[in-house]
């Protein structure tokens, strides 16, 4: 309750900005063939774990490179963390990381707005399936349970699988991106390499650092770094 005026400003202001944004028709299109898989790289985590508002060494205070809200957005989804609903059955992501500054303080209360294709590259566009919205913590941290999404074409053409993502700290502007997955990511028997490399929205300062693979569950980190005046 403690945010709820708060967030209904900023969840206002969040609706505004993207109705200003330049939309370009972006058709998902479904692509074929599917087959989860495992992978392997380290766990992350750690840093989630530390004293509230510390300094993390593991921010470099770089803004995260900001990119196209593409038209698919939709206001007013559920807060959530946990995206799994039924009829999802992807590859299982367990993303978590933490909001800074640029002096690479954690940011409570910031919030986020995730919003994916499924395992078939398709949107949820009649309802709110893999789309919601939550706020960090005390310690600035987040967590969101979802699923690889898959690739799709579109007008910007094949475009490499990607998490649509909108963030913003208290009172601060807003930072639309997109989260990429690592080239050797194995999900659906796609090559994500070439999906990546083909793709030319792709920020390879926008890949989520994946964590070990539990039979084709994986477990990734991401950190944002935002500007929190405009
Ligand atoms: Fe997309």
């Known amino acids: 309750m403690r945010y709820d005026k708060e967030k209904g400003s900023r ?17 998902a299109t479904v692509a074929a063939s ?12 750690a840093r989630r774990e530390g004293p509230p508002l510390a300094v993390t060494p593991a921010c470099s205070g770089h ?11 939709k206001p007013d989804s559920p807060e959530r963390s946990d995206l799994i609903t039924p009829g999802i059955r992807g590859v299982r992501l367990d993303l978590g990381g933490v909001v800074y500054d640029t002096a ?14 499924d395992q078939n590259g398709d949107y949820d566009t009649s309802g709110f399936s893999l789309r919601g919205h939550q706020y960090t913590n005390s310690r600035g941290a987040f967590q969101l349970r979802t699923i690889i999404p898959r690739d799709y074409w579109g007008r910007w053409g094949q475009r ?10 208290p009172g601060g502007p807003v930072l ?5 997955f690592p080239d ?8 994500f390499a070439a999906l990546n490399a083909a793709d030319r929205l792709l920020n390879r ?9 539990d039979n084709g569950h994986y477990t990734g980190t991401f950190d944002f770094v935002l500007k929190t005046t405009a």
Request: glycine residues 8%.
């Open 11 to 27: 969840r206002a202001f969040i609706k505004t900005t993207s109705a200003g944004v330049t939309s370009v028709a972006l058709a």
């Open 34 to 45: 599917a087959g989860p898989e495992a992978a392997v790289t380290e766990a992350p985590k």
């Open 63 to 73: 803004e995260t490179p900001a990119s196209i809200e593409g038209p698919l957005f």
């Open 104 to 117: 690479c303080k954690p940011l409570p209360g910031t919030l986020l707005e995730f919003w994916q294709c």
């Open 160 to 169: 490499a699988p990607h998490i649509h993502t909108q963030v913003q700290a």
């Open 176 to 180: 639309i991106t997109q989260l990429y």
């Open 184 to 191: 050797d990511t194995e999900a659906y028997g796609r090559d």
């Open 205 to 213: 300062a926008c890949v989520i650092g994946l964590g070990a693979s």
